[in-house]
């Protein structure tokens, strides 16, 4: 896909199809992850492939907040769960950067899914204790983002009126807005 149709494809899905994700598709976006720059080039991340059912359904039933906002992901056929070790990675003036690390290979892994017309949708909300007791992951590993992989559901459903007031919109900022030439404003 051209790059800049790409970029304009990629959105947050909530409302996925049954079909399962094929094999192969998996490990292309496990490659394009593997292939993002990281500090030092340590590689912190570690990503977890979630096909079985009943696990999925584990991880859609929590609830990180009072009320459990990602409810959708117990009708995914695959969730990743982006891990890391913030000792393989650095830390300078307060950053850690195995956030940034692994943000940056989920960043990999979400574009080359929608290059392949598969759906993606970042998760911050989630309880990490919840999440590294369903998937029995070590005491030092961070649990950074999730994201379900799968195709998007033809038909709009509740999930998808709920999401748009959840997301709170989908629009961006002007240039104008974010972007300063040569100083602060
Ligand atoms: C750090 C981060 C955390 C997010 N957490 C959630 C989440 O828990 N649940 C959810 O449905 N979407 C979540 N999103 C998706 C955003 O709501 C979405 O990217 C934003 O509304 C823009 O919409 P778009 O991705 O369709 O362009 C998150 C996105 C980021 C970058």
């Not at 051209?2 to 994700?21: A, C, G, H, M, T």
């Not at 009072?66 to 769960?81: D, E, G, M, Q, S």
């Amino acid at each position: 896909m051209d790059f800049w149709e790409l970029i304009k494809q990629r959105k947050s899905y909530r409302n996925f199809s049954s079909q399962p994700v094929e094999p192969d598709k998996i490990y292309k976006v496990l490659d394009a992850a593997r292939l993002a720059p990281s500090w030092q080039n340590r590689q912190c991340w570690r990503f977890i492939v979630v096909k079985d059912k009943e696990t999925i359904k584990k991880i859609g039933q929590l609830r990180p907040l009072n009320y459990n906002i990602n409810f959708f992901l117990r009708h995914v056929p695959a969730i990743i769960v982006a891990c890391a070790n913030p000792k393989d990675s650095g830390h300078r003036h307060g950053i850690d950067y195995y956030l940034v690390d692994v943000s940056i290979a989920m960043e990999h892994l979400v574009l080359a899914a929608t290059d392949l017309g598969l759906a993606t949708c970042w998760i911050g909300a989630f309880d990490e204790q919840m999440i590294k007791d369903v998937l029995e992951i070590p005491k030092e590993i961070r649990v950074v983002a999730l994201t379900p992989l799968g195709y998007a559901a033809e038909k709009p459903n509740i999930v998808d009126k709920i999401s748009k007031i959840v997301a709170k919109g989908t629009n961006r900022k002007k240039i104008e807005e974010i972007a300063y030439f040569e100083k602060w404003q």
